[in-house]
Each structure stands twice: as C-alpha cells, then as structure tokens.
C-alpha cells in the first residue's frame, strides 16, 4: 500500500474513531437534536483528529503526524 493511501486511511480512521466517541459521549450527556449532535461531533472530531501525511524524501515516501496535542511532526512508520 502507498504512503499516501495510508495517509488517507489514517485520517479516516482517526476522524470516525473520534466522531463517534465525541457523539456517544455528548448523546449520553446532553438531549441535543440529532443533527446538531452530529454537526458538532463532527466540527469537534475534525480539530482533534491527528492529521496524517506523505511526503517525499531522500529515502523514500514517510509517513508524518501532527496532532495538537504534540509539539511539531512525528514520523510513522
């Protein structure tokens, strides 16, 4: 598989992951209309969510992270 498909992957996975705990957890807490439950579970995962990218360098195509939560870019691998 590509860097660049595992990239994309990545961020899918962490957006649901997020997005769905986000909106279990508010649904539990507060009666909210399910459209807007889910507009803010989604606005709210999509700021929390660790952003994955491909990028090209002497060695070969990387995997890197950046995530709010963690100073600079990490390497995956």
Same mark, same amino acid.
């Given at each position: 598989?590509?860097?660049?498909?595992?990239?994309?992957?990545?961020?899918?996975?962490?957006?649901?992951?997020? =997005?769905?705990? !986000?909106?279990?957890?508010? *649904?539990?807490?507060?009666?909210?209309?399910? /459209? $807007?439950?889910?507009?803010?579970?989604?606005?709210?995962?999509?700021?929390?969510?660790?952003? =994955?990218?491909? !990028?090209?360098?002497?060695? *070969?195509?990387?995997?890197?992270?950046?995530? /709010? $939560?963690?100073?600079?870019?990490?390497?995956?691998?």
């Amino acid at each position: 598989m590509k860097p660049k498909h595992k990239a994309l992957l990545f961020n899918f996975i962490a957006f649901v992951v997020l =997005f769905l705990f !986000i909106r279990l957890l508010l *649904g539990y807490f507060l009666p909210l209309n399910r /459209i $807007f439950l889910a507009v803010t579970s989604a606005i709210a995962a999509n700021i929390l969510a660790p952003k =994955f990218g491909a !990028i090209e360098t002497e060695e *070969g195509e990387k995997i890197l992270m950046k995530w /709010i $939560f963690i100073k600079g870019m990490r390497e995956i691998k």
